[in-house]
């Protein structure tokens, strides 16, 4: 009976050749689970976002802008990274006019603080 508080998200952690996956939606006050939902939080702290518009198979252009940046930049990125979907694809079915936030935690190594 809860409505989201803002657009869902996909979170992914990196685990060897495992990839674990979380789907949810910002609610505006804590839930309690119960087995097949359960609550969580997305991290505080340093990240880089970067928004795309198109295409789901095209998300990887987009990290790999975002990895770049961390790069030159000499920051280390930390998992788990996350994107915010700000369209519905049944609403709006061209991709040309989706809209992704790709967002990527990082750190800043002692040596350049």
Do not use: K
């Not at 685990?15 to 006050?29: H, I, K, T, Y």
Request: aromatic share 12%; glycine share 8%; no cysteine.
């Amino acid at each position: 009976g809860m409505h989201p508080s803002g657009p869902p998200f996909a979170r992914y952690t990196f685990l060897g050749e495992v990839v674990a996956m979380e789907a949810g939606f910002p609610v505006a006050n804590e839930i309690a689970g119960n087995g097949r939902v359960e609550p969580s939080a997305l991290p505080g702290g340093l990240a880089a976002v970067t928004t795309h518009l198109g295409r789901y198979e095209d998300l990887e252009a987009a990290f790999d802008a975002v990895h770049v940046w961390l790069d030159t930049q000499g920051y280390t990125s930390a998992e788990p990274h996350w994107e915010v979907y700000f369209t519905d694809p049944d609403a709006q079915p061209d991709p040309t006019d989706w809209r992704t936030d790709v967002v990527v935690p990082y750190s800043i190594p002692r040596s350049i603080r």
